[in-house]
C-alpha cells in the first residue's frame, strides 16, 4: 500500500512539475500575427544606416556579458588559488579557515555566474 501511494505521489509530482514548465514555456513564446511588418515600399532598407542607439535590453545583456566574464576571470583565478592551497596543506589535518572561505567566496561566485547567465 506504501509503494502504490508514494508511486501515485511521485506521478502527480511529476505532471505537477511537467505542467509548470509548459506552461512557462509557452508564455515566453510571442504569438505570430500573420501579417508581415509594415515597410515604406519607396525607402531603401539598405539606405537607413545603422542604428545609433542600442536598446535598453541590449545594453543590459551586453553589460551582463561584460560581468560575466569578469567573474569567470576572478573565479579561475580563486579555483587555482584554492588548488595550490589544498596542494600545500596535509589532508589528515583540518582545512584552515582561509580554506573554507575561499571555497565560499568560489560557490558565491559561480552562484552569482549562473543567475547572470539565465538571464
Do not use: C, W
Not at 583565478?77 to 579557515?97: G, I, R
Amino acid at each position: 500500500m506504501l509503494d502504490t501511494r508514494r508511486s501515485f505521489l511521485t506521478m502527480l509530482a511529476s505532471a505537477g512539475t511537467l505542467a509548470i514548465l509548459r506552461t512557462e514555456n509557452q508564455a515566453g513564446q510571442a504569438k505570430p500575427t500573420g501579417r508581415p511588418p509594415a515597410t515604406d515600399p519607396n525607402q531603401d532598407p539598405e539606405a537607413s544606416g545603422p542604428l545609433t542607439e542600442k536598446s535598453p535590453t541590449k545594453m543590459l545583456l551586453e553589460a551582463n556579458e561584460k560581468d560575466i566574464k569578469k567573474n569567470i576571470e576572478k573565479l579561475y583565478q580563486l579555483a587555482m588559488d584554492l588548488k595550490t592551497e589544498v596542494e600545500k596543506t596535509d589532508s589528515s589535518q583540518v582545512l584552515s579557515l582561509a580554506l573554507v572561505k575561499k571555497a565560499e567566496e568560489i560557490e558565491r561566485l559561480a552562484h552569482d555566474i549562473k543567475t547572470r547567465a539565465k538571464g
